[in-house]
């Protein structure tokens, strides 16, 4: 698993270094060692690496990519992007986080602007379980109580999901749809809300665990990567 | 179109009746008169008649039959559940509506036990668009508010439905799908979760928009009503 | 694991018992435990036990649950159909098998008729995967290929499939959804339409490996099973 | 409506301008006009017209559009697909046309590489519903015949649609999931496999009935295309 951050908030603004002093990447990774253990091999990769640290030979042995951006996401490499969305559509596993709904890499996955409403105004966040059979809402109480975070409301201007497994409600009243997943090519694909910088969101034990959760599951398709699939002419017969 | 109505709680308690002197099947049906006026012919219904209204001719003759009950779900006749799906699956359009998703027909479509958790404690109900394209939502104002109604929340026990349309928030904290359309043969069913029995939600003018746009959704499969499809043999080149 | 068998063409007909001398539930056990092996626990159940060998104490102990039936559909009885029903909606994985889509517990969770068109004249089928990211096509050729079967044609009356994994074609022209999945309650359902028992179907590696594929993905619910939910009554912050 | 054509096969290579010598745009927008009459404006718009024909002021004006192009996708302008990629998400409707589906504004909105076999042949393609009580199959019979065409087959990556109408199966045994529904912002999107250019797809009757239904339903959005949303900052109660 690759964890990747834009670690720019974490360097340039106090009160999130504080939070996260070696950044939301390093936080998010250790939860994943923490409840994951043996079983995955996590490493972090930062925008300001060569290639954002994202090479071909990183995503050859990545299984789960997570993604967190904000503030830098137009400083993202195009062909990083070109490069992420082949290795997905050939089953790399994707978890967009909160603010990365605008990131470009989400963007070019699901066709539409992502946009959604938002207010920062430290108020709670409920997370209910709409699909409490989905391997992501094991061990999760139900609602998953956050005390302050900041409001992304509806509408959230995304292709209907393929799963709908949480939804959030805020203390002024609005709703999101707050986890959901998507199949692309043979890639699973899950965004998570919780997660802005300003709050210890990846310091939340059941969001811990509904990331663990999330990384085992878009990791359930077949290990190997595929390459994208070209358009072969195919004589008849040749499947014989 | 035809609004069935149980008919129980608007003759025995004296506050619904208050708010519904002839019944909440009229005012669905007065709803239905007033927005969508010649295109429409609307006909009730109720538990209390001979086959509960609901004959073959009167199914024959019916695009689209709302439905409310509640306290009577139990003396509802299998053989009229039987004509209602039958004539679900051959085209003809359901609304079931708040208390109807514990009703033998809703529960026979779906398959599950369509739970939900709910508290009558009359608090406000926003009831928020997500997918703003669908026809259901035209003329209807992000959220809709309703000052006062029953709470139904998470998890409703229903199968993923095909679209969904709104989502609810609760003053307490719940959420809750609450207008939902499923495809069941050749018909189209959308669940309504507004209007228990206690609140004059059938009176409020965006409520109302809702069923009528959802009646006229749910006429849009072809008109003539099909029979249930049979499995019939089929030689090679039956179709020639 | 259990696997259901109706067990009558196979005690009834010679060419059945010549195909599967120990029954066709034998047969599809055997697929199980030759593919999974030390993975998972795999028992048989007929029609002609008590309770058709679906007690709550083997419900209580199965995870996936195969189900075959064709001319004795008729004489399941409704109560094992409530059980299998609930036990579903909690969680257990059900596998409905080829002439199941006219059961009473698969026509029961998916609420339509379930007709299909059908011919058997013992020709070619491919079965032509969809998604080839889903677990369930992992190492199967594309497509695979059964050189003699019945053919099941669209239009199969079943709602939309939540998932869509093979799409079958026969010599004839006709087409079939002949892998897909469904989830009710906690549970999944994955219908597979090859397996008539005219042919040696479970005896295709293909065959077998789709269905021990199927088995395991219909295990990821919740290990658990769960009851069916009841509506509970939530005051106001029940959840704090 | 607007009906934009590559047209480049119907000027360069003979054989298809016999088919169509005013081009393919030209046949469909006849179609469209036989069959829908005075319910609809039909024009035209081209790849060499300046934008290719595909201003602001004619998207404004148009609530669906048609797409065909094939060997000269990399020749339309992503400025052009940027416009067109804004109007869908903010409500007009899009029909992809056979080789669109390697067109920039399919793969744009749908994310994926929508890669697909194919072998042209010459050979019998039949169309079958799966989906009766949509209306996009209406009045078209089951199957529908076309006695020679061009072999799209499985795997096409696209996602799982949204809704899945037809299925096409071909004489060398391929299957097609030949027209499908995707919903992308509030736009409406249908993919219609038939359509190359060597055969004369588009006189075909039942071929017209169904790009006249799917016109017609994807046109059913809000009429007035609204703009892409931003994401705007929400004060507490900003709904009320």
């Known amino acids: 698993m690759t964890v990747w951050g834009e670690n720019v908030h974490e360097r340039e603004e106090e009160p999130v270094r504080a939070l996260y002093p070696d950044g939301m990447h390093a936080a998010i990774a250790a939860g994943l060692?923490?409840?994951?253990?043996?079983?995955?091999?996590?490493?972090?990769?930062?925008?300001?690496?060569?290639?954002?640290?994202?090479?071909?030979?990183?995503?050859?042995?990545?299984?789960?990519?997570?993604?967190?951006?904000?503030?830098?996401?137009?400083?993202?490499?195009?062909?990083?992007?070109?490069?992420?969305q082949a290795a997905v559509l050939g089953g790399v596993g994707l978890l967009a986080l909160h603010s990365a709904h605008y990131s470009k890499i989400f963007q070019r996955l699901l066709g539409t602007s992502c946009s959604l409403r938002w207010r920062n105004d430290g108020e709670r966040e409920l997370v209910w379980t709409v699909d409490p059979g989905h391997p992501i809402a094991a061990g999760v109480p139900?609602?998953?109580?956050?005390?302050?975070?900041?409001?992304?409301?509806?509408?959230?201007?995304?292709?209907?999901?393929?799963?709908?497994?949480?939804?959030?409600?805020?203390?002024?009243?609005?709703?999101f749809r707050g986890v959901c997943g998507f199949r692309r090519g043979a890639g699973r694909i899950f965004y998570f809300s919780p997660g802005d910088q300003d709050y210890p969101i990846y310091h939340h034990p059941d969001v811990r665990r509904v990331i663990a959760n999330a990384a085992l599951c878009a990791a359930q398709a077949p290990s190997a990567p595929r390459s994208v699939p070209d358009s072969p002419e195919s004589p008849v017969g040749w499947f014989a």
């Open 33 to 84: 060692t923490a409840l994951l253990g043996e079983r995955v091999s996590v490493r972090t990769a930062t925008l300001d690496e060569p290639e954002h640290g994202l090479t071909d030979s990183v995503l050859a042995q990545t299984d789960v990519l997570t993604w967190w951006g904000h503030t830098a996401h137009d400083r993202v490499d195009d062909a990083v992007v070109d490069r992420v």
């Open 142 to 175: 139900h609602p998953i109580v956050i005390d302050a975070h900041e409001m992304y409301g509806e509408h959230f201007d995304i292709p209907a999901p393929d799963e709908l497994v949480f939804v959030s409600s805020f203390a002024g009243g609005e709703v």
